[in-house]
């Protein structure tokens, strides 16, 4: 209601005026108390936010922490492969030396083998040399054996002067 309308009382107007009077006081409480809890919500607001930087800030310490931790450990594993990776051509290269020297063994091993044969057939070959040095000593004996025996029937012989004579 308008208090400036002629058409009201003037109890009406003053009672209108009361309750104005009351409820912009209300108003002004409610204002006021409006008032302090925003400036405590925003008091809770400022030490929520500030709570909330803070485990953000550990979280992100944290988190910078493991990303840290865990470059470490790719560059720990890289340098592991890398070291891995040179140890697998150095197996490699000696592997194919291996190989030249297993062959170089083997045939080694051969020669050793062929030397042991060789050395056998010359073993071989020396007992037989020394069986015809053998057998040629007992024939030159036989044919010693045999002059003597005819020198010796010659002598026996009454024509041996004779033959002797023919002989020269």
Same mark, same amino acid.
């Given at each position: 209601?308008? @208090?400036?309308?002629?058409?009201?009382?003037? #109890?009406?107007?003053?009672?209108?005026? &009361?309750? /104005?009077?009351?409820?912009?006081?209300?108003?002004?409480? +409610?204002?006021?108390? /409006?008032? !302090?809890?925003?400036?405590?919500?925003?008091?809770?607001?400022? =030490?929520?936010? #500030?709570?909330?930087?803070?485990? !953000? #800030?550990?979280? $992100?310490?944290?988190?910078?922490?493991?990303? @840290?931790?865990?470059?470490?450990?790719?560059?720990?594993? =890289?340098?592991?492969?890398? /070291?891995?990776?040179?140890?697998?051509?150095?197996?490699?290269?000696? /592997?194919?030396?291996?190989?030249?020297?297993?062959?170089?063994?083997?045939?080694?091993?051969?020669?050793?083998?062929?030397?042991?044969?060789?050395?056998? #057939?010359?073993?071989?070959?020396?007992?037989?040399?020394?069986?015809?040095?053998?057998?040629? $000593?007992?024939?030159?004996?036989?044919?010693?054996?045999?002059? &003597?025996?005819?020198?010796?029937?010659? +002598?026996?012989?009454? $024509?041996?002067?004779?033959?002797?004579?023919? +002989?020269?």
């Amino acid at each position: 209601m308008d @208090k400036n309308k002629p058409e009201m009382s003037v #109890a009406t107007r003053k009672a209108v005026a &009361v309750g /104005e009077a009351k409820r912009g006081a209300s108003v002004q409480e +409610e204002t006021s108390s /409006e008032k !302090m809890g925003k400036a405590d919500f925003a008091e809770i607001l400022s =030490l929520q936010f #500030a709570e909330f930087r803070k485990e !953000m #800030a550990q979280t $992100l310490h944290g988190l910078s922490q493991q990303v @840290k931790t865990d470059i470490e450990n790719s560059m720990n594993i =890289l340098s592991q492969k890398i /070291e891995i990776e040179k140890l697998d051509g150095r197996i490699k290269n000696l /592997e194919s030396k291996t190989g030249k020297f297993e062959k170089t063994v083997e045939e080694v091993e051969q020669l050793k083998e062929d030397q042991g044969a060789a050395m056998g #057939a010359i073993g071989g070959i020396s007992n037989r040399q020394n069986d015809l040095e053998y057998q040629i $000593l007992m024939l030159q004996l036989k044919q010693n054996a045999n002059m &003597v025996r005819r020198r010796k029937t010659f +002598e026996r012989l009454p $024509l041996l002067p004779q033959l002797q004579q023919c +002989e020269l």
